[in-house]
């Protein structure tokens, strides 16, 4: 156990490094995954130099994989792919301390209602305690669980449902 | 609801001018022959359960009034046309009666109420008569005197009298429409009863939600919130004064009673968690309801003023949903402790756990029909459909097939079940529907908007 938690830290510090390389004036630069590197320009305001704050919402979707994992039908568990987005939501969120987030939990539309309330926060919770063992603070982590209430794909097949099972990690500004 | 009264068959013989010819009716002798029968005929009945019998005929004329009177609700002659319109498509819609058509309806005069005209009625085929009067008083209420009548047998078979408010007119009308069922069927009446749901409206990918309330033939329809916040579930408290619901107001999922009175709303259980699914005890003493503690579902209970919930389930899995036994003994309620959701019965205390599902598949929603003899619940395969089963498992019926029916809510006599039906594809519509205990009377029930989550109220005081 000490050692797999000694593991996820170091883990959690190389995800850091490899999202702060945006900023190299404290972090030493590292290969970007999602930008050419020529692209990255000394910031007045941001590594994008627009203005987006750092610390928001909007700078957090934008710097994660993605703030989104997704689950297989009536499952929580938080599957390799979901691990590494997660490792960059923990990084991000390591990044700055001082943030607090909510989990949204979501179901697709082939579980009834109340179920699927508590489906949704089972997903929630999984994504939550990942991130906590990734060294995110739980104070700083809230859920809530929409069961079906808010789909994102409107269809009514395979694809549709795959997308609407998920938890998103939302940066409370 | 102090305001409506029974009558008593005397009193509503006092109260009405056309009563001097009661006495009289019921003592029509019987010329069986007369109607071309050899012998007596069967007592006019009707099953609710049995197949394939084919609806009654039943005749159901304007009740003509003793004076053309204008009131809150309209003039006495135009409400008597309308009640008479409330009790033929309550009696049509429960698919065991089939009203005549209006061209073969005879104008019935005020004195003809309690004398009627036997001969022709037989001629149209209508082995059921219904007649009624209403009368404007003049303290500013209405009497609705009803009575039914076996054309055969040239019988009255019963009658009783409402005193309304004219705000309340149209329950003299469902009164009326239950004596004739509950007389003909032996069941218990169900008409005078209200609906809670959630109205919807909106793209699927946001619906706006807003709880409403009706009456179960879909008339007096009002939006009870207005939107801003998502609603889920709403449940009748046992004595209709409120509503018990959840809502997503102020981002914090949590379940909330609405006084329907004064339209205010109170937090049930002052909690960080998430809690869902309310209903009511029998009693009204509690609000069973789940609650979800980091990933982990389970049962409670908590005083419906409020204080310490009491927890009732725990196990690793998810626990929630649930329904009173009519006796509040026993609560029925969803687990996927076996790896899926299924249906378990415990006692009220949380004890003794049973699961009683076992057909394939999984199983949702369980709600306790107010007889006591069923339980309805949400089969999930392909498909949802709504069924019903015996409370210790087995007899399992499915009585829909549609691409999603879900949450079942009985009837008051535990012969009808409410649901939602939903549309595949990217519409996000859902309607509310009725379905008999046969599976063959299903019909979609008028709403402003689209509709779900319904809960049919007990029979009104």
Redesign the interface.
Known sequence: MKLSTTLLAATALIAVAGCSKKRPETLPPAPMTDAAPGQVAPPATNPYGDAVVPGSDADFRRSVTSNTVNFDV?M?DIDPQARSILDSQAAWLTKFPNVRATIEGHCD???????N???G??R???AK?YLVARGVSPARLT????GK????A???DEAAYAQNRRAVTVVLN | MTRFAWIAGLALIAAAPAVAQTAAAPQTPAPAAAAGQDQAPPPLEVSVTGGVSAPMPIAIPAMPTNAVISTPAGSTDDLGRKLAEIVTNDLKNSGLFSPLQPAQLRSVIFPEVTAPAFDYWGGTGAQALVQGFIRANGDGNLTVGCYLYDVFSKIELSRQGFVVPPSDWRRAGHKCADMVYTRLTGEGPYFDSRVVYVSETGPKAKRIKRLAIMDQDGANHRFLTNGQSIVLTPRFAPNQQSIVYMSYVNDRPAIYVYDIGSGRQRLVVQNVNLTFAPRFSPDGRYILFSMATGGNTDVYRVAASGGTPQRLTNSPGIDDGGSYSPDGSKIVFESDRSGGQQLYVMNADGSNQQRISFGGGRYGTPVWSPRGDLIAFTKLGGAFRIGVMNPTGGGERLLTNAWQDEGPSWSPNGRVIIFFRSSQGGSGKADLWMVDLTGQVERKIPTPLDGSDPAWGPLRP
Do not use: H, K
Request: hydrophobic share 30%.
């Open positions: 009536d929580y539309e082939r579980g009834t209602r109340e179920y309330l508590a489906l926060d089972r929630a919770n999984a305690n859920t809530i669980s929409y209430e808010r789909p994102i409107m269809g009514s």
